[in-house]
């Protein structure tokens, strides 16, 4: 059984830098793709970055050049670090493990101007 625990967000300046953590269990990580969506309230929940167990990522066009998604196999967790972060990236962030459709319980990122 996989278990994801996400750790990082918190409240940050326009323009500002935060790194996201997604921490897993279980022995299957390292062949696992990995992703981090986003929702806010009212919203559909949305891909933000996802990561092939080889380390090809690919993202959203709304944070391409502003996030940078990878993944430490060895430790077993993914990281989201997001930089120039602008109001609009408030949001609950997650990660999840696809194919197997185990979520993380999220992480909060508020963006303040």
């Known amino acids: 059984q996989v278990q994801l625990v996400e750790s990082g967000g918190g409240l940050v300046q326009v323009g500002g830098s935060l790194r996201l953590s997604c921490a897993a269990s279980g022995s299957i990580f390292s062949i696992l793709v990995m992703a981090w969506y986003r929702q806010v309230p009212g919203k559909q929940r949305e891909l933000v970055a996802i990561i092939t167990r080889g380390g090809s990522a690919n993202y959203a066009d709304s944070v391409k050049g502003r996030f940078t998604i990878s993944r430490d196999n060895a430790k077993k967790t993914v990281y989201l670090q997001m930089d120039s972060l602008k109001p609009e990236d408030t949001a609950v962030y997650y990660c999840?493990?696809?194919?197997?459709?185990?979520w993380g319980q999220g992480t909060q990122v508020t963006v303040s101007s």
């Open positions: 999840k493990a696809e194919g197997i459709a185990i």
